[in-house]
């Protein structure tokens, strides 16, 4: 789509641009081509000499078990993140969907988590779960089971799942809310004259007719665990115990500011920007079908 | 409502309120927790009514901040805040409404180029180039300074996508009416195309003034100097290792500080803020 009608000049939609596009330059372009170059350089501590090694930082990542086993907990953090705030998100859309009254009252009460920042999310719920003075953790070990998640690396995996999806429901919700909404209510109304219960209803046209909310949420929460929930890691876990939620974000982050190792956290970034560039092309993908859809 | 059966209604309240309750008890254990002693949160387990130091702890943390090696009044952190959240989120109204003026109201060379070049953006994240991006805002000299946090965060592909999609709307007839008065581009941009963006402009800053408030891994590494924390920062340094040493009912006073300005935002205007939600992922 193109205006018919446009305004000539010489230099003013350059002079416009200029802002974001200088913006993006020094701050984006820049760091971005940087990250590339020294990621076939290896830096000695001091950061004096550089030595260009090609593709050996790469090559070391290859063979790097913590790395690999890095790139496997954000599999798992993301899968957990996105299928448990999807599924808790669905099923709240639903229900809100259905009851009349009341319903701008739940709305409200279900969209603030967006607006906590994921540092303060961690915060929170590493407080409620505190292994000595939790008040969550006080309720487990009455129950008879072993919570210290500084210790148990499948604990703190959970930890920062629950406090990550939590930030992202309100997300998911509204969403899905929007998605029910728009369906054509003649349909399930069609359906009902049929005979099919609301059970059988939701599972073979509303679900089927939201697929792409879905899947676009699915996409959305994977980009959201992948980069957004560092801070979530970082005041929480920290990405132990022993790596248990080291995250690639947080291990890129770990690996150039804390270890001081240049090279290294540069490759890591240059395989992460082409994760971020795949999901960008999926996410838009879906977009152009959406339009046809 | 396709048929009415009561029981589902229930259901569907029963499982509303109990999400709600699920979501806001962490909301709830933070607030009373602010509310407490230190010595009756350390008692294990910690009352769940409020308790009376409302005052105390919260004035503490505005003023002094935790005690302990990194205090810093969180009252200037907040300000903090509210400046990087302000900044970010005007700077990105301004810049991405003038790019995308000249990308839909201009014919030029390389008004594609341009267009792609603040497209890729988004597939290049502060997370992925920390490293390089901290070096070039260290070169610069703008560490510890309110330009070094909000400047390398206002560039937005998704603002000026939006407003380009808002100006494809506006109908030919006002610019050609324009046109045909005399007036310039300018004239026109400001009598016309400003006035009809202001509910795409409030949307959007909402938004942009929570990402902004809850930046967390740019402040972290730009501010070193504890006058320039941001107050998602200082909650974070206020924590020390171990449950015992750690001063949590002003650490939990600064949290409910940290998180209630940008809830209030998006409760308050929910409208606007669910309108820049969905448009700013078409």
Same mark, same amino acid.
């Given at each position: ?11 003013? =939609? %350059? *002079? ?6 200088? $913006?993006?330059?020094? @701050?984006? +372009?820049? #760091? ?80 603030? =988590? %967006? *607006? ?6 961690? $915060?929170?719920?590493? @407080?409620? +779960?505190? #292994? ?90 994977? $980009?959201?665990?992948? @980069? ?66 | ?282």
């Amino acid at each position: 789509m193109e205006k018919r009608v446009v305004f000539r000049s010489a230099w003013l =939609p %350059y *002079a416009l641009l200029a802002p974001q596009i200088a $913006v993006t330059i020094v @701050f984006f +372009f820049w #760091p971005a081509a940087q990250a590339f170059w020294y990621s076939f350089q290896i830096q000695d501590a001091f950061g004096i000499n550089k030595e260009f090694v090609g593709l050996r930082n790469f090559a070391d990542l290859i063979h790097d078990s913590n790395y690999l086993a890095s790139f496997q907990t954000t599999a798992i953090f993301s899968l957990l993140v996105a299928g448990s705030g999807i599924a808790i998100s669905l099923a709240l859309a639903a229900m809100a969907d259905r009851v009349l009254r009341g319903a701008l009252a739940y709305k409200t009460l279900l969209i603030w =988590p %967006y *607006a906590v920042a994921p540092a303060v999310a961690g $915060v929170l719920w590493a @407080f409620l +779960f505190a #292994p000595s003075i939790g008040i969550v953790t006080y309720v487990i070990k009455k129950a008879g089971y072993n919570w210290d998640w500084v210790l148990q690396g499948d604990q703190a995996m959970l930890l920062v799942v629950m406090a990550a999806t939590w930030k992202q429901i309100s997300y998911n919700f509204l969403f899905f809310l929007a998605g029910l909404q728009s369906i054509p209510r003649s349909l399930v109304e069609a359906a009902a004259i049929d005979g099919a219960g609301p059970a059988r209803r939701f599972w073979t046209i509303v679900f089927p007719l939201l697929s792409p909310t879905t899947f676009f949420l699915l996409v959305v929460n994977i $980009v959201y665990a992948f @980069f957004d929930t560092f801070g979530v890691i970082d005041s929480t876990t920290q990405g132990g115990p022993a790596g248990a939620t080291q995250i690639l974000v947080y291990k890129v982050y770990y690996d150039g500011v804390k270890a001081g190792d240049l090279g290294g956290s540069s490759a890591q970034s240059v395989i992460l920007m082409l994760i971020v560039i795949a999901l960008t092309v999926a996410q838009f993908r879906f977009i152009e079908r959406k339009v046809q859809y | 409502m396709v048929e009415n059966r009561p029981w589902l209604t229930v259901v569907s309240h029963a499982v509303l309120i109990a999400g709600i309750a699920v979501i806001a008890f962490p909301l709830y254990v933070t607030f009373v927790a602010s509310t407490l002693t230190l010595d009756q949160i350390l008692q294990v387990p910690m009352p769940l009514v409020p308790g009376d130091r409302l005052w105390e702890n919260y004035s503490k943390a505005l003023t002094a901040g935790a005690s302990g090696a990194a205090a810093a009044p969180v009252g200037r952190m907040m300000l903090n805040s509210l400046v990087m959240a302000v900044a970010i989120a005007l700077g990105k109204i301004a810049i991405s409404l003038i790019a995308s003026f000249a990308i839909v109201y201009f014919r030029f060379p390389l008004r594609n180029f341009f267009f792609w070049m603040i497209f890729v953006t988004l597939m290049l994240p502060v997370e992925v180039r920390i490293i390089p991006t901290y070096k070039v805002v260290s070169d610069l000299g703008m560490l510890n300074s309110y330009v070094g946090l909000t400047l390398p965060l206002i560039a937005s592909a998704t603002a000026t996508f939006l407003f380009r999609q808002f100006f494809l709307t506006i109908p030919e007839e006002l610019a050609e009416a324009s046109r045909i008065d005399g007036a310039g581009p300018m004239r026109f941009f400001f009598d016309v195309v400003l006035p009809l963006s202001k509910t795409s402009m409030a949307a959007l800053f909402v938004i942009q003034f929570i990402y902004g408030w809850n930046q967390y891994l740019w402040p972290l590494l730009v501010t070193t100097d504890e006058s320039m924390y941001t107050v998602v920062i200082g909650i974070k340094r206020m924590i020390l290792g171990g449950d015992a040493l750690t001063e949590w009912n002003v650490v939990m006073a600064t949290a409910m500080l940290a998180l209630l300005p940008p809830a209030a935002v998006v409760v308050l205007m929910q409208k606007w803020f669910v309108k820049g939600l969905v448009e700013t992922e078409k």
